[in-house]
């Protein structure tokens, strides 16, 4: 698909990692609150969710919105820190280590999750089906001396 080259052409650049942080996610939470919660305006290219964890430090509700690879039917997702390429970890990526339990917001559905960092060959496998679904987190990567943290939220029993 020529569209989806070209985006995953764009989306690797420098500038759009200086700019999309900043704009991308405010469309997606005011498009999402607009909606509420049926559209994020990034999952036009990608699958998305709203994460809302709780802070690191602060313990207060932080709501992201994120690009996910859905996995089991939307029994679980898979999150990538890529933070566009950007030297820092995501701040999400660290409220999930220190509070493992949060929510998305899934077409609409709030979910309780519990989130779970990936580790050795396990990484490993989720990073190539990541990269066989966005070949752009490639060039994150390759951007940055740090690895890139890579969640799998589950859904919790209620």
Known sequence: MIGERVVQRVSSTRGFAKVAPHVIP???????RLTRGKVLLSAQMLPGVILTSTGARSGLARRTPLACMPEEGGRSWLLIGSNFGRTDHPA???NLLAHPDAEVSWKGADIPVRARLLEG???TAAWKAL????PPYATYQARVEREIRIFRISRRDQ
């Open 92 to 94: 999400w990526t660290h």
């Open 131 to 134: 990269l066989d679904f966005w």
């Open 26 to 32: 405010a469309l997606d939470r005011a498009v999402h």
């Open 121 to 123: 060959e396990e990484r």
